[in-house]
Structures are given as C-alpha cells and as structure tokens.
Nanobody, 118 residues
Framework: QVQLVESGGGLVQAGGSLRLSCAASGSIFRTAVMGWYRQVPGEQRELVAT???????AYGDSVTGRFTVSRDNAKNTVDLQMNSLKPEDTAVYYC????????????WGQGTQVTVSS
C-alpha cells in the first residue's frame, strides 16, 4: 500500500499562484510515475501533470506553460507550481502514484480544493 498526503490547496485570485505538495509513504516503488489530476463535480478526472523518476514530464493542454511539476525522488514527494491561475482551474486536485509490477498499481490522495476567484 502507498499513502499519499497532499497539502497546499486554497483560495486565490485569478492571476495568482499556488503550490501543491504531495508526499508518498509506504510501499514505495522507485520507478513510479507521480503526478496530479483534477476533477470538477459532474466531470471526469483530467490530467494536470505527471513526472517520471528521471524527470520526464507530461502536461494537460490547458495548463501547459502555466504549471510546473517537480519531484524529489529521495523524499518521495511531488510538487505542482501553479502560476497565472484562472477561474477554470478551480477543482479538486488529486495526487497520483502509479507503477507497474506484473499489474498496474494506481494510488490516489484524498484531494485538495483549489478555488480561483475572478
């Protein structure tokens, strides 16, 4: 089992910045992909950003150029720096940890609310 603890959500005005952090503990798998997804009520969870152990990143189209994902492999943490926030970024943000070992293992944090006011 892997436990994920998120922090850093909150309320911010449009154009502002927030930083989310997520710490993984438990059965850590060194080649796990870590990242962030978000979800608005009534909609599907969508990709925000992911990062591999060697630093390769992937971003959702709507956040490219504004958000930056980073990780500390020694501490098993992943951060999301969110700049130039827009009201449409309002969502619950979920930390994700996944790896494959014969089958795929997929873990989620409890979610942290990000609200961007106009």
């Amino acid at each position: 089992q892997v436990q994920l603890v998120e922090s850093g959500g909150g309320l911010v005005q449009a154009g502002g910045s927030l930083r989310l952090s997520c710490a993984a503990s438990g059965s850590i798998f060194r080649t796990a992909v870590m990242g962030w997804y978000r979800q608005v009520p009534g909609e599907q969870r969508e990709l925000v950003a992911t990062i591999t152990t060697d630093g390769s990143t992937a971003y959702g189209d709507s956040v490219t150029g504004r958000f930056t994902v980073s990780r500390d492999n020694a501490k098993n943490t992943v951060d999301l720096q969110m700049n130039s926030l827009k009201p449409e970024d309002t969502a619950v943000y979920y930390c994700n940890y996944r790896f494959r070992r014969l089958v795929e293992y997929n873990y989620w944090g409890q979610g942290t609310q990000v609200t961007v006011s106009s």
